[in-house]
């Protein structure tokens, strides 16, 4: 059996991201972490959204769908009910995932899907320059909010344990180990993965910056005896941190959605054989006689 | 196995007195079983080897509100409600008061003594009361009185009350055989009151017997979509819950996982149509189906399946618009949308079947044609087509073919490692190799974005015509390709009036064209099956013959006639008759407008 490396995930097309941008290690971080999982590009999938981070499906060889804008998620649940032995990435920004498609967060977090969804969450809106997003502090200015944003930030963890996510974990961009490993543990995660990572833009945001995250971020690997299947301990902690924590942050074993389909096949519907069988054809048939 | 019984006709006034065709009609408040009424009484009348059409009216509650269920029996196929009516069952006064106008002179009222009914004083109609609800009591349950109601009726038509024992048996045997018996006996005995009342009156109603009893389907338009899809290798369907298309999702719920698949409802529409699409780019087979409203919110994903070259098949089952509109109601409004709905220009397929039987083939074509020409087909229905319940003959299963296209399932072999797979390669035809995830060496990008040969993001000038005249050359031979684009009903080559229409119409059309032939017209009838792209060759011969031309459309813009005029031209010879208040076209409607159409040509020569 042959090994991955992370070349095999490069395609060698150059990103159009602003020098600096934190997602540029989420790319390095996916791609790390397939190799590291030794995926084939070819069984790897990575549907994203619109906007700066949308275009990270371009620069990641393997198959990818580069959608529509917040829908990211819908389209990575239909290639995965098409094709189960796939592995699903769904990738995209805090307006793709928060703002558009928030319904669509929601309700794929409850139905459990064994896919992985990466939001590269910089607090702005990068690609049409700098307006608020739903992840904006209290207060913050931007070109659609010039007296400050009115309106309370999403809380994107404590959203999505609430919702019924069974893997639920933040990072930092900068800390590309904590973020590999996080991708890796997700993509492992049989069911629904969210991973929230702060990804600094380093044009439109002056205030969540590298140097403000450096100070304002506890890892939860260092809070002693902290255990991600404690429901109540990941809902306080978030709580004590204002959500401003790394890691996994809650993890819950249950059966995927794949699981728990009756009559679902085994195999991918994607190589099945379409001909309906005669004698069925018939029987359905006579149903309406 | 079924079994067949002929119905016997006891000739007791004469041939002459035989009914051919009859429109039966059972109404009362929705959730009092008028649906299981009118169920029992065609599933039988089906099998006895008549031809059936059962329309429902409706409203957009759950319990309570006038509903009714007009069913129409023949020896012929018909495929239009009636014009009028010849037996109305009525569980309440309103339905009286509502329906007795489609009355004709010899048709009666069969109504429950319990609501004291009340023949309104204009009726034309024979009132009868019958004790529905007190013989059915005395029998055990008042929920037996529609079993009452259908031996009264079989009274009046002089059905054999025997023939509905197998249906009865079928759908009672379930809670025992105690259950079945007491139905019967309900039936009979509301036969044998309504046959003391009726005397010697009721002779004009007897129905004739059927001349052909071999085994045919009756079913919804829906249903023959929703079979049509797992016949062509549906194997998933994302779909949100609207009227009227939910039965398809609804028979797909029961019946994929018989074959390894599966239903999900989804969020909204937005989720259903972009799921399907990602299924589809997976390899397998998937569509959503919807009505107006949810066709709105696709519009933006249909675009991203024309962009991507990524086959989708969406079902319209249009409803009366705008907004909420109309939901329980008959309109074709959504034609336009269908045709120029989405953003930008895409390659898209707009098919429009008129029967259950040829939606049925047609929804297997459309994933043909959407696998094959790699875009989206939208099949479009009406809520007539799609709940009007049927006779059509048996669906032949050595017609149906899956066709691919360029699909490539198994790996490749790459020259260099690292080259991207040209998923949109520049072809003849336009329509490019597509591979699917997992397939080695196949591996591209695929993006909403222009972009090039690889599917990488491209905006260069030169790229964009290329890519652009690829997908829009596409469809250039469809309307060549496409197995019967228009159904000709030409016999003659002098037309004083050709009539045009598309989905439901047809039914009401064809009994009017055939009521104007007997008034010595030359009249003739296409009914349009591929509406986008539109088959103009085809078309324009007919439209060059004809004197007139009269496009049939339950709209009020008249949508169909300005998609004809567009690519025919004709502008003045080609007039419309639009029908917007709910109902369908009755064949009245059609025959009066061309009838006056004529006559007012005549007065003006």
């Known amino acids: ?289 | 196995m079924l079994t067949y019984m002929i119905l016997t006709v006891t000739v007791l006034k004469g041939a002459d007195f035989m009914k051919t065709d009859l429109s039966w009609k059972v109404g009362g408040q929705q959730g009092e079983g008028i649906e299981s009424t009118g169920e029992i009484f065609s599933k039988t009348l089906n099998r006895l080897g008549f031809y059936l059409y059962g329309y429902r009216h409706f409203s957009s509650r759950i319990k309570g509100g006038h509903t009714n269920n007009k069913i129409r029996v023949s020896t012929e196929k018909v495929q239009a409600v009636a014009d009028n009516l010849d037996i109305l069952l009525a569980f309440d006064q309103e339905t009286i008061d509502l329906n007795y106008h489609e009355l004709h002179e010899k048709g009666v009222i069969i109504a429950d003594t319990k609501f004291k009914p009340v023949k309104p004083e204009d009726s034309k109609a024979e009132l009868y009361p019958v004790p529905f609800t007190d013989i059915a009591s005395d029998l055990g349950t008042s929920l037996m009185k529609n079993m009452v109601a259908i031996g009264a009726t079989c009274a009046v038509m002089n059905l054999e009350v025997e023939d509905f024992s197998v249906v009865i048996e079928e759908i009672f045997n379930r809670k025992g055989g105690d259950m079945v018996q007491k139905n019967m006996k309900a039936i009979q005995e509301g036969y044998m009151y309504m046959q003391k009342s009726l005397g010697e009156k009721a002779s004009t109603l007897y129905l004739a017997k059927a001349e052909n009893t071999h085994k045919r389907m009756f079913l919804i338009g829906n249903d023959a979509i929703a079979l049509g899809a797992l016949t062509a290798g549906v194997r998933f369907m994302p779909a949100y819950p609207i009227t009227p298309a939910s039965d398809i999702m609804e028979y797909l719920i029961k019946k994929l996982p018989r074959v390894g698949g599966t239903v999900i409802q989804t969020e909204d529409e937005i989720a259903a149509v972009t799921m399907a699409i990602g299924s589809n780019y997976a390899g397998a087979r998937s569509f959503t189906a919807s009505s107006g409203p949810g066709l709105s919110l696709m519009m933006e994903a249909i675009g991203l399946s024309g962009m991507t070259e990524t086959p989708l098949v969406v079902v319209d089952t249009q409803r009366g618009g705008p907004s909420t509109g109309l939901p329980t109601k008959q309109e074709q409004s959504d034609l336009m949308a269908m045709i120029y709905g989405n953003h930008g220009e895409i390659p898209k397929v707009v098919i429009a079947p008129s029967t259950a039987d040829e939606a049925f083939y047609d929804t297997i074509e459309a994933f043909n044609i959407a696998d094959e020409y790699q875009c989206p087909v939208i099949l479009l229905t009406d809520l007539q087509l799609s709940l009007a319940k049927q006779t059509v003959e048996t669906f032949d299963f050595d017609k149906v073919h899956i066709r691919r296209g360029k699909l490539i399932t198994s790996d490749i072999e790459q020259t260099d490692e690292k080259d991207y797979f040209k998923r949109y390669e520049v072809t003849e035809d336009g329509v490019s190799p597509r591979v699917i995830p997992g397939v080695k060496g196949g591996i591209h990008h695929v993006t909403g974005v222009e972009h090039d040969e690889a599917g990488r993001p491209n905006e260069t000038a030169s790229n964009r015509k290329q890519q652009m005249d690829k997908r829009m050359r596409k469809l250039s031979n469809l309307t060549k390709r496409f197995p019967n684009p228009i159904t000709v009903n030409v016999p003659t080559t002098k037309t004083d009036l050709l009539l045009i229409g598309f989905n439901a119409t047809r039914g009401a059309i064809e009994e009017a064209v055939h009521r104007l032939r007997e008034d010595g017209l030359n009249v003739n009838h296409l009914q349009i099956r591929l509406i986008h792209p539109f088959p103009a060759a085809a078309i324009k011969p007919y439209i060059d013959g004809a004197d007139y031309v009269l496009v049939a459309e339950s709209n009020a813009t008249g949508q169909l006639a300005n998609i004809i005029k567009m690519n025919v031209g004709h502008v003045n010879k080609i007039q419309s008759i639009l029908k917007y208040d709910g109902d369908p076209f009755q064949p009245h409607h059609i025959y009066d407008a061309g009838k006056e159409l004529l006559e007012h040509v005549y007065i003006n020569n």
């Open chain 1, 1 to 289: 059996m042959s090994t991955s490396t992370i070349k095999d995930f490069r395609n060698g097309v150059k990103p159009n991201w602003c020098p600096g941008c934190g997602d540029f290690s989420v790319q390095a971080a996916i791609q790390r972490g397939a190799a590291n999982l030794n995926l084939s590009p070819e069984d790897l999938a990575v549907i994203s959204g619109i906007g700066c981070s949308g275009r990270i499906s371009g620069y990641i060889r393997s198959y990818g769908l580069h959608g529509i804008h917040g829908r990211a998620l819908p389209i990575a649940q239909g290639v995965k009910m098409g094709n189960r032995d796939l592995t699903v990435v769904a990738a995209g920004g805090d307006g793709d995932g928060f703002a558009i498609g928030i319904g669509h967060t929601i309700h794929a977090m409850r139905r459990n899907m064994d896919i992985t969804y990466i939001v590269m969450d910089n607090q702005i809106y990068g690609l049409t320059k700098g307006q608020t997003s739903p992840r904006s502090e209290d207060g913050f200015i931007t070109s659609s909010t010039p007296e400050g944003s009115i309106e309370k930030a999403l809380s994107p963890m404590e959203m999505a344990i609430t919702s019924g996510a069974s893997f639920v974990a933040q990072c930092f961009s900068a800390d590309i180990k904590e973020l590999t490993a996080t991708i890796e543990a997700g993509i492992q995660h049989k069911g629904f993965s969210i991973i929230n990572v702060y990804s600094p833009c380093v044009t439109y945001n002056k205030v969540n910056t590298y140097d403000w995250f450096k100070e304002n971020l506890t890892k939860l690997s260092d809070i002693d005896g902290y255990d991600a299947s404690n429901h109540e301990m990941a809902m306080n902690t978030l709580m004590k941190h204002n959500s401003l924590v790394t890691g996994i942050v809650y993890q819950e074993e249950k059966p995927s959605y794949q699981e728990l389909v009756k009559g679902y096949a085994e195999q991918p519907l994607a190589h099945m054989n379409l001909d309906l069988q005669p004698e069925l054809f018939r029987e359905l048939v006579n149903e309406f006689i």
